[in-house]
């Protein structure tokens, strides 16, 4: 499965979060760190709904970047 993830700037590192996963975040101090770090969350938040029983949510967002004039 392939989720849409939003990686923002926060104060002094990186947050991430997955739209499709409510719950499921992750912090880093640089970009690559918190891309590697949403990873491992995103599966342990999927082995956690698999080890409850619970069906994991098909990936529904998707992402697009809109130019507007500045």
Not at 4 to 12: D, L, P, Q, Y
Not at 34 to 43: M, P, Y
């Amino acid at each position: 499965m392939r989720y849409a993830v939003v990686i923002e700037r926060a104060t002094g590192n990186f947050s991430a979060y997955v739209p499709d996963l409510p719950g499921c975040v992750a912090t880093g101090e640089s970009i690559p760190e918190v891309e590697s770090a949403i990873q491992e969350a995103i599966e342990f938040h999927l082995a956690g709904l698999k080890e409850d029983g619970i069906q994991p949510p098909t990936p529904s967002s998707t992402v697009e970047y809109v130019d507007v004039a500045g």
